[in-house]
Structure formats: C-alpha cells, structure tokens
C-alpha cells in the first residue's frame, strides 16, 4: 500500500479472537464467520414532510439511532421528541453537521438516520455537559468512568465542534476508559461557520453536550482506519509559547505574525482560510506520524491562533496543503486499510471526514464518499459527516488522538456465535 507523502495514517483493527476462537493465520487474513446478525437500515430526511420514512425504521425496533444532520434540524427543536416518539426505547446519539455522507454522497441541509439493531451487543448512552473550555478534559474522564466495564468493547463519541478542547476531551475519555478500549467519533460541524454546532443524546438536543455510546459484549466487530492526503510546506518552526490549543509564539515570534507571513493573500480571509493550511505536528507518542492541526480562530490583538486540539510546548509544527485528487486518495487508502486487517465489512461503514477537506474538493467531494465506496463495496449501509475534528486511535496499539484533516472510517458488524 502506498503512502500519500508525510500524511499521518491510523489504522487499528479489534477483535476478541481468542474469545470467539479465531486466529490469524499467515498474511494477516481473519478467519471468522461473516455475519448479518446485526442489521441496519437507514432514512434520510431533506423536508419537514419526509417524517413519515421514519416508520420504515420503526419495525426493527433498533437499539440505536444514528443521527447525522444539518445546523437547522437540531435549532428549530423537535428532533429528539420526534425520534423518541418512533424509537422509545433506543440509544440516541449523533450531531450537527458540515455535510451528511450517505450512499448518496454528500448532502447539505439533510438528516441521515440510521438504525441499528444488534443480535447479542449492548450498548449503553451517556451524556454530560461541556459548558467550558477547561471542562473537556472532565468531561471525558466522567464518560469513560461511566461505560466502563469488564465486557465494554468500544466507544462512539461525539463532542461540541466549537468552545471545546478536543484533544482535552479524548484524554479524559481514555483514562477514564483505559487504552485498551477502541474510541472513535468526532465534533460536531455547522457548515463551516464555526459558531454554535449540537450534539444529540437520550436526554435531547444542546450546543453544550459530550455523547458517548458503550458496545458491549464478545461478539462486536469493529474496525477503523484514517487517513490525511496534505503534504508539509516550508521549514519547521518551533512552539515557543503555546496555552492548551491556544498558539502563542512560534520561534519566538507571534504565531498569527507567521502564521499570515506563509499565506500571503490568503491571511485576508482568516479565520476560514486557515481550514486549507493546517500545521503537521509530530508528538514523542505518535510512533513518528504526524498529527495534524486545524486553525479554528485567531487572536488579532494578542497575536495567536486557536487550533482544534492542544499542542505541547516545544513541538515542531510545519504548514500543510493539499490538492483534491490526493485527498481522494487518501480517503480510499483509509478504506483499503481498514479492510487489509479487518473481515469483509458488510454491514455498517461510518465515515468522518474534515469539513476543510471539504473546502479545498468543492463540487469533487463526491469522489471522496465514492472512492471509499467503492473500495468498501456495496454491501455496507454508508452514514456520517463532516466534522470540526475526526476521532481515532493512532496506529494499532497506540492511543485515541484527536485529528483534523482526515477521512476516519469505522466499520461495525457481529460475528456468528460459535
């Protein structure tokens, strides 16, 4: 498998083999039996007179519902009462959006609803409040020691896309999960405008809100891979002066000084412009790939940046660009990946992927949806967004990251019971 430059790849593949009685024999291939036991249906809603498809869903009696939609389905109110109505007794959560990925493509201003429905996997929702920047990292301690539990396999989460700390978040989800755990998600999007985004959970609808969903039991598959597609421009510069996600100074100068210095007539258009020129950074625990940071507001009069996700003070941070057909490539590497070391995915594919990567392929962002399509095949039910920040493990072993910038694609199945 090729590489797409010096683009930060994660790949991480879980299953209980030994419970389930499987190996993996020479080249890396799983041995176990593909299963329809869990199944999956989806909506999609584009008007207010499309509420009726929902009693489409209402027969399987699903044990959770994934909700994926624009800023207007969550702020004119009646989602959650809606949904809760027709599904009393699932698991609720999704959130806003920078656009609704589908088999269909990418949409704009619709609500993708999927179903689920389990033969032998729990899941459990929890909900809890980020109403400060400094609460991200409590936040997520409090969730992971809420679904932790012997039999916990993995978490879906999903977090405010603005006033939040999300590197901060995922940390606090991992301890109080431990690293053993597979977690994956993102933070919710509202079209780029990077104001007031939503976040849906079994209590309701709030711009406020962090939702975790716990599966639980022997015989949950999952898989996920990520991948960037951006390549580093112009030499390393140093974080001099750095507060949580808030650049300071980079080689002792402003970081917004230097910042505006690279992007030339593209400085005019900040903060929106800074989605198509995120910094690489490299992290002691990231295994040598590199973590990638989106720019999400600046600080004229003190001079600094605020990023989606923290950055530790000493790290080299390096410009990034990219072009549309190498984000297409990351996005079927991602796809490619993810099916090297997982089963043939035939059931769920959730993709997140970066709303600045939506800025930089316009009317091509199609081709990103299709490209993973098409190596995932046709049998999976395709749901997800684009997001303010994409949620992985990094590498097989290593811990959940924060990342921007990527294409993140999680696959979701139960395995026969033997």
Known sequence: MGTCGVSRFCLFFWLQSKKLGHSVPAGGQWRI????????????LKTDDDWGTLEALRAM?????????SVSWFEHGG???????????ARLLGCSTAGEISREGVSSGACVITALKFDATRLQCITLPVPRMEDSFPAGQGLG???????LQAVLVYGPGVAINGSALVAGLTQGLGRAVPITGGLAGDDGAFVRTWVLGDEGVSDRNAVALGLYGSRLLLGHGSYGGWLPFGPARRVTRVQGNVLQELDGEPALTIYKRYLGDHAKDLPASGLLFPFLMEEADTGGRGLIRTILGVDEVSGSLILAGEVPQGAQLKLMQASTD???????????????????????????SCVGRRLVMGSRVDDEVEAVGDVLGARPVLTGFYSNGEICPLGEEGPCHLHNQTMTITTMGEALEI
């Open 145 to 151: 020691r809420a679904l932790a539990a012997p039999d």
């Open 326 to 352: 190498r984000l297409i490539d990351g996005a079927e590497h991602a796809a490619e990946a993810a099916l090297a070391l997982a089963p043939p995915a035939d059931v769920l594919a959730i993709l997140v």
């Open 79 to 89: 989602l959650h009462s809606a949904l809760r109505e027709r599904f009393p007794r």
């Open 61 to 69: 009696d699903p044990d959770g519902v994934l909700v994926f939609g």
């Open 33 to 44: 039996p593909r299963s329809r036991l869990m199944r999956v249906q989806q909506v999609i």
